[in-house]
């Protein structure tokens, strides 16, 4: 990773930090009492950090762009998932009922899923390389990935996001959990339509035939 791209990542997460702990100081205790995360969500969310965080670092190989989705469509996905995420992880009130029991062996099972899913978008990236984008595009030189994950399922990275975020819903068992992995997942349904029609359109049959011999995300489901 250049160095100074290193620099940047580390200035913004210092902002973040000052800026976040100025707020709390400001907030009341009786609100900042509701807000705490417990510790299996405190480590949960620890653990989307540093996932988005190597996620920006990745997107540093990703290769010029030949086509892609328009700026309002990228710009309703990451809507529907920001909100989503922030409706997973924040105590909502009126939303705070518990559809699993409170345990430390649900939280612990939580935490293991969400890890393991992030390996999964860690590999899948890995083999994707520079055809990666945040965006539903084609890049130069596009193709069209079937080795590590890709042997299996088109969206791995899609699986492992939704396994990760399914993780942490359960190592939150609130109610508010299940209704975010809901938007999160009509978000990325509507991606994987864009995206397997593009693929459709740049490579023809040879998609046509890979598709025939894989799954979309979950291997025998879907």
Same mark, same amino acid.
């Given at each position: ?8 990542? +580390?200035?913004?997460?210092?902002? *973040? =930090?000052?800026?976040?702990?100025y707020? #709390? ?5 009786s @609100? &900042? ?13 620890a653990?989307?950090?540093?996932f ?13 762009t030949k086509?892609?989705?328009s ?10 998932v ?6 997973l ?5 009126g ?6 029991p409170d ?11 969400? +890890?393991?899913?992030?390996?999964l *978008? =860690? ?5 994707? #390389? ?5 965006? @539903? &595009? ?8 079937r ?14 996001v ?5 993780g ?7 109610i ?47």
């Open positions: 990773m250049p160095i100074k791209r290193a620099i940047r990542i +580390a200035l913004k997460l210092g902002v *973040a =930090v000052i800026v976040g702990a707020i #709390g100081r400001h907030i009341p205790t @609100v &900042r009492a509701q807000l705490r995360f417990p510790v299996g969500m405190s480590i949960s969310v653990l989307l950090c540093l988005s965080v190597y996620w920006s670092v990745a997107a540093k190989d990703s290769a010029p086509t892609s989705e700026k309002w469509s990228r710009g309703l996905h990451l809507t529907l920001n909100g989503g995420v922030l409706l992880i924040l105590p909502v009130p939303l705070t009922r518990r559809f699993l345990s430390q062996f649900v939280v612990a099972a939580g935490l293991v899923i969400e +890890a393991a899913f992030i390996l *978008a =860690v590999w899948a990236r890995r083999h994707l #390389g520079s055809n990666w984008s945040g965006e @539903v &595009r084609v890049a130069a030189g596009h193709q069209l990935v080795t590590g994950p890709y042997r299996f399922v088109r969206h791995p990275i899609y699986t492992a939704l396994g990760m975020y399914f942490t819903a359960i190592v939150s068992g609130e508010h959990a299940p209704i975010a992995l809901a938007i999160v997942a009509l978000a990325y349904w509507r991606k994987i339509r864009m995206e397997e029609r593009a693929m459709a359109e740049t490579f023809g049959a040879e998609h046509e035939a890979y598709r025939r011999d894989s799954w979309a995300l979950v291997p025998f489901l879907f």
